[in-house]
């Protein structure tokens, strides 16, 4: 293999990686507060393409996208406040059919919406044929506003969670959620907040990867399903778990396809997380000691 | 005593007028089984809505023959075995002469042998040659056949003289028959398939395969034969990854929106399509010229939507139930036979010519070569 060559496949992974481990923090946010997965969290992504493409045609592209989040986010908040808040002890399988349901719902009404075409915003720099040269390898500028965009994320969200006082206090919710509401702080309030933040994560990147992949009502699922499996690769819960885990899954499949047909492509990434669930239950980067105080 | 023979004359004309109708005239009742829902509706939508143009049209002239069309169209929803309840619901309980549909090839396949059995003429609108090779006395079908599109490829392949290739096929059923026709004829044409993939119909990305495709030298010219969105992005993906190789796409690119998607990447593309899709460019003396002029302004007015060819499929399967229905009248094997006799009748996928062994009625010159030209269609005319 040229070093050309592998660079391509490396930007490759780390594209679709920056994608998934994104996904995967925000099944983590709301893992952490909640104990649950949000099944919807792919909704989310689709969301924010979706409505960023509206928006667009009404307003310039920072603004549209920047309303798209905000519309988002309120859409996870509602959620929230509406299907989850008012459950007293809600059970976990109970919640996890919740959040399915959800998801059900918001892609049948973003169906029922944008149609079942495909679309997608404009690239933020040049057009489909634009390229720039990495060490030889050729990539679409708009790969690396999404690496960038990634990255900027998971930078910001650390900043969040270690020095700001919510953040501490979304953690303390993760940590110990008795002691947490002993020392006063709003579980109920830290869970919405959770939902509005991954909800807003999610939307962003699903503004800057539509591009790339295209948006369609129906996307959520199939990010949802790799999401997931970084999640578990990463240790439920490590939100750097995902990052590490979302490059691991990225690059394997990018590199895949030189030694297997690329229709084995989504077969590697269940593989994995079979593998995982197996072995290492407590993925890659967890630990075992701490997932086994955990409910689910 | 007047008064009561004027009533009785009034009653016994009102009774004659009541009961005469059906005498004159009888419904024809031709069924349709169309995905106009579901994942597959960007077929069955514009099918439906062609017939149900068609129907008002024809009955606006007074039916065929005199006798009104009654139109019942059945949405199978792109699912199977939702379409072999329905076909029996149209023929059983409803009893219908012909027809139209499925709209696409799984769903044709799995009802093909109810209407065989049945012996009611079914005019689908589906693509794959199976439906009609092996030869199904009473199963038609109005798309032109896949062997053909590969065969135009191939012919400007060796024009242009490339001859190794890489193949790339979406998963769907287009994808599958359209990647075993490729193989199938390259041979004829001296064309080498040296790398063939499958790309998944809900691919994101494909820049990895791309690059895999790239770093073989030996690829002179890409296939990429998909029905599905996702083919814009291996148009895109090969385009950003600097490479300038030539990129054939089959009949199923023909949608204006998957141009739209690959933005300047589908510049150049070169495909065979139907020439609905050129309709305001044939020349007059065309035989499909008036006919698809008409169409395309007919349906773009009513439904505020591009014709597509999709839609045309639909358009020819009726026409040719018209003329046949014309012939054989309400009497099924006599509209059998009569579909079996048409020739040289212009449609929008091309010039029709039945017989009892060709039941698609298509060749090779239905097919146009189209490229891309500034986000637009327009015909190929070579480099």
């Not at chain 1, 948006?215 to 939100?239: M, R």
């Not at chain 2, 395969?209 to 998909?226: E, L, T, Y």
Request: proline share 4%; net charge neutral.
């Amino acid at each position: 293999m040229t070093t050309e060559l592998f660079i391509q496949y490396l930007v490759a992974g780390i594209t679709y990686g920056s994608i998934y481990a994104i996904v995967a923090i925000g099944f983590n946010i709301i893992y952490n507060t909640t104990g649950i997965i949000n099944f919807a969290q792919g909704e989310f992504v689709m969301l924010g393409g979706m409505l960023s493409i509206t928006f667009l045609q009404f307003l310039p592209l920072p603004v549209a996208i920047a309303l798209a989040v905000l519309a988002t986010m309120a859409i996870g908040a509602g959620i929230e406040m509406l299907f989850i808040r008012w459950l007293k002890q809600p059970g976990i399988l109970r919640m996890i059919i919740i959040t399915i349901g959800l998801s059900i719902l918001i892609r049948e009404t973003a169906l029922h919406f944008w149609g079942a075409n495909v679309r997608s915003l404009p690239y933020f720099v040049g057009n489909e044929i634009s390229t720039i040269a990495i060490f030889g390898a050729r990539v679409s500028p708009q790969v690396l506003w999404v690496i960038g965009t990634c990255g900027l994320m998971v930078v910001f969200l650390n900043i969040f969670f270690q020095t700001t006082s919510i953040g501490r206090e979304m953690r303390a919710c993760a940590a110990n959620r008795v002691a947490a509401v002993l020392c006063g702080i709003d579980t109920r309030n830290m869970v919405t907040l959770s939902f509005i933040l991954s909800a807003g994560i999610g939307a962003l990147a699903g503004a800057v990867m539509s591009p790339i992949t295209y948006t369609q009502y129906d996307i959520g699922t199939g990010l949802a399903i790799k999401g997931f499996t970084v999640a578990i690769i990463g240790g439920l819960g490590n939100s750097l778990g995902a990052v590490g885990g979302g490059l691991l899954l990225g690059i394997l499949e990018a590199f895949s396809v030189s030694v297997v047909p690329l229709a084995f492509q989504d077969a590697i990434a269940i593989t994995i997380l079979l593998v995982i669930l197996f072995v290492r239950p407590h993925g890659l980067f967890g630990s075992s000691a701490v997932a086994g105080l955990k409910e689910f | 005593m007047k008064k009561i023979i004027g009533k009785s004359l009034c009653t016994l004309a009102a009774a004659c007028l009541m009961t005469a109708a059906p005498v004159w005239a009888e419904n024809i009742k031709i069924g349709a089984l169309l995905a106009v829902t579901g994942p597959a509706s960007f077929l069955g939508g514009p099918e439906a809505r062609t017939l149900e143009m068609l129907v008002e049209e024809a009955n606006a002239k007074g039916g065929i023959n005199g006798n009104k069309i009654e139109l019942l169209v059945k949405d199978t929803a792109g699912n199977p075995e939702k379409a072999i309840s329905l076909a029996k619901q149209l023929l059983e309980e409803d009893k219908v002469l012909a027809v139209v549909g499925p709209s696409s090839s799984g769903e044709t396949m799995s009802v093909k042998k109810i209407f065989e059995d049945a012996q009611t003429p079914l005019l689908s609108c589906a693509a794959a040659e199976v439906i009609v090779n092996p030869l199904a006395s009473w199963v038609f079908k109005t798309p032109q056949n896949d062997s053909s599109a590969a065969i135009k490829i191939f012919m400007e392949m060796n024009k242009l003289g490339i001859e190794k290739i890489a193949v790339l096929v979406d998963n769907s059923g287009f994808g599958k028959a359209g990647k075993e026709q490729l193989v199938k004829i390259a041979p004829d044409y001296k064309i080498d398939i040296v790398e063939a993939e499958v790309y998944d119909a809900k691919a994101t990305d494909l820049s990895a395969v791309v690059a895999k495709i790239k770093a073989n030298p030996a690829v002179q010219g890409i296939v990429n034969w998909s029905i599905v969105p996702a083919q814009s992005i291996v148009v895109k993906n090969i385009r950003q990854a600097g490479w300038q190789v030539p990129i054939f796409q089959s009949h199923g690119f023909g949608n204006i929106k998957y141009v739209e998607a690959a933005g300047a990447a589908a510049e150049g593309v070169i495909f065979p399509a139907s020439r609905l899709l050129m309709a305001d460019q044939l020349p007059d003396s065309h035989p499909q010229k008036a006919l698809l002029v008409k169409y395309v302004k007919d349906y773009e007015t009513k439904f505020q939507e591009p014709a597509s060819t999709f839609g045309g499929h639909a358009y020819d399967a009726f026409m040719i139930l018209e003329k046949a229905v014309a012939v054989g009248g309400n009497d099924k094997a006599k509209v059998r036979e009569a579909i079996e006799g048409l020739h040289n009748l212009p449609g929008t996928a091309g010039v029709f010519t039945f017989s009892a062994t060709d039941h698609n009625g298509l060749d090779l010159n239905a097919f146009e070569m189209m490229t891309v030209k500034d986000g637009k269609f327009v015909p190929y005319t070579g480099k």
